[in-house]
Nanobody, 120 residues
Framework: QVQLVESGGGLVEAGDSLRLSCAASRRPFSRYNMGWFRQAPGKEREFVAAISWSGGSTYYTDSVKGRFTISRDNAKNTVYLQMNSLKPEDTALYYC?????????????WGQGTQVTVSS
């Protein structure tokens, strides 16, 4: 069982930046691909970004390419999502997940989420 805890969300203005963190409770964290998803009120959960177990491969949904960066520190059991040039449409509950790639059903472990609100 892998427990994931997200942090770093908040209320910001359009154009601002935030850095989300997701800490995993136990090893071997480095065996898992990790992903970030988000869910806005009344919408389906959507894929945001993924990073391979080694950090050598990343993948982003088109709407965040060039603005968001996913990274990981396996020594700290932590994955990050750096979000720049935030837009109101980025407002959502952001989840990290372990064990999949771009589809939510591929992931076995999920955090509780951290809220990101971007005002215009």
């Amino acid at each position: 069982q892998v427990q994931l805890v997200e942090s770093g969300g908040g209320l910001v203005e359009a154009g601002d930046s935030l850095r989300l963190s997701c800490a995993a409770s136990r090893r071997p964290f480095s065996r898992y691909n990790m992903g970030w998803f988000r869910q806005a009120p009344g919408k389906e959960r959507e894929f945001v970004a993924a990073i391979s177990w080694s950090g050598g491969s990343t993948y982003y949904t088109d709407s965040v390419k060039g603005r968001f960066t996913i990274s990981r520190d396996n020594a700290k059991n932590t994955v990050y999502l750096q979000m720049n040039s935030l837009k109101p449409e980025d407002t959502a509950l952001y989840y990290c997940a372990a064990g999949g790639w771009t589809k939510a059903q591929e992931y076995a472990y999920w955090g509780q989420g951290t809220q990101v609100t971007v005002s215009s």
